[in-house]
C-alpha cells in the first residue's frame, strides 16, 4: 500500500491499481493526476478537510465512487455521500475501512464541537482527522498524525503518538505551521513514535511510503 502526503490534511493512498482518497480540503491544490479512485473519506465539516470542488471533480471523473463522511458533512456536500459513525465498517474496492472517534477536538468553549470520524486503512494505516482518537486494540503500522492546529497543543499530539505506539508515523495537517514550527513539532513527534520503537518520517507534500 502506498500513501502519498498532499497539501496539509489530503492522503492518497493506492494498493492494487485502485485509489482512496482522505480530506481533499481548501489547502490541497491540485488532485488532477488521481486515477482509479474507489473510494473518499471526509472525517469531518471543516472546509480544510474538503471543498465542494474537489469533490464534485471526483464525483464526475470517478462516478460511483462512494464518499464516507459525517452526517454534517453529507448534509452540504454537493454529490451524495455516506454517513458513517464511529465502529462502522465498509469496504472500498481494495480498501477495508473502520471508523473511529466522533468529535472534533476542542477548538474553544465558544466554538461548537463538531463530528469527526478517523479512519483505519486495511488494518494499517490510521488517521484521526481532527482529534486524538485512539483506535484500541490496534497495532498501527503507519500513523497519520496531526502536527499543528487551532485546538493542537504539541505535548498532546506527543501523548497521542505515544498512546498509539505505531511502527512509522508522519505529520499532517501542518498548513498553519511556519518551515520553523513545523520543524519543531516534527523533532518532538519523532520522539513520541521512538519511545514506542517507531519510525517518523518528515513527509512533504508529494512524499510517498510504501506500507
Known amino acids: 500500500m502506498r500513501v502519498t502526503k498532499h497539501e496539509h490534511a489530503c492522503l492518497v493512498i ?3 491499481g485502485e485509489t482512496l482518497v482522505v480530506d481533499p480540503g481548501g489547502f490541497t491544490s491540485d488532485l488532477d493526476d488521481l486515477e482509479n479512485v474507489v473510494g473518499v473519506v471526509v472525517t469531518h465539516e471543516h472546509p480544510d478537510h474538503w471543498t465542494p470542488a474537489h469533490l464534485s471533480s471526483i464525483a464526475e471523473r470517478f462516478p460511483g465512487a462512494p464518499i464516507y463522511t459525517t452526517r454534517a458533512t453529507a448534509a452540504t456536500a454537493p454529490v451524495d455521500a455516506t454517513v458513517v459513525a464511529a465502529g462502522d465498517r465498509a469496504q472500498a474496492g481494495a480498501f477495508r475501512l473502520r471508523f473511529f472517534g466522533g468529535t472534533h477536538n476542542e477548538i474553544h468553549s465558544s466554538i461548537p464541537l463538531v463530528d469527526n470520524v478517523g479512519v483505519l486503512v486495511n488494518d494499517a494505516l490510521y488517521y484521526p482527522g481532527d482529534s ?4 484500541e486494540g490496534v497495532e498501527v503500522s503507519l500513523l497519520a498524525a496531526p502536527i499543528g492546529a487551532p485546538w ?3 505535548g498532546e499530539a506527543m501523548d497521542f503518538v505515544l498512546a498509539v505506539a505505531p511502527r512509522q508515523s508522519f505529520g499532517t495537517h501542518e498548513g498553519t505551521l511556519s518551515p520553523a514550527g513545523l520543524a519543531m513539532h516534527r523533532e518532538r ?18 512524499d510517498a511510503i510504501e506500507i
Open 152 to 154: 493542537l497543543k504539541i
Open 132 to 135: 486524538y482518537a485512539v483506535p
Open 14 to 16: 493506492e494498493q492494487d
Open 189 to 206: 513527534l519523532s520522539w513520541a513514535t521512538a519511545q514506542g520503537g517507531g519510525a517518523f518520517h518528515a513527509l512533504d507534500a508529494g
